[in-house]
């Protein structure tokens, strides 16, 4: 029994060296990575960001559909108004 527990107890401790020789490469990868993709991050975002000239567009354009919206409501409003009574 003890041939085959030190047969078990050497595969457990290649096992183990093996994990450990991964787990320190992905610790000294890590550090790159995080850089390198926040900086991906960045570089894919910035054109997609919207310039202060297109946000007031956006922001003009919001505004005249509430106002619109509000305005319609409210000739709804009377128009049924003014049938029910």
């Not at 030190?6 to 992905?26: F, W």
């Not at 997609?48 to 297109?54: F, G, P, R, S, W």
């Not at 946000?55 to 009377?78: C, D, H, P, Q, R």
Request: no cysteine; proline share 2%.
């Amino acid at each position: 029994m003890s041939s085959s527990g030190e047969g078990v107890m050497s595969d457990v401790l290649k096992r183990l060296g093996a994990m450990e020789t991964s787990v320190a490469t992905i610790t000294a990868t890590i550090p790159h990575l995080a850089k390198q993709s926040a900086v991906d991050g960045i570089l894919a975002t910035l054109p997609h960001l919207a310039t202060k000239a297109d946000l007031y567009a956006m922001e003009s354009k919001i505004i005249e559909w509430i106002i619109a919206t509000v305005l319609t409501t409210a000739g709804l409003v009377f128009t049924i108004a003014k049938f029910v009574h």
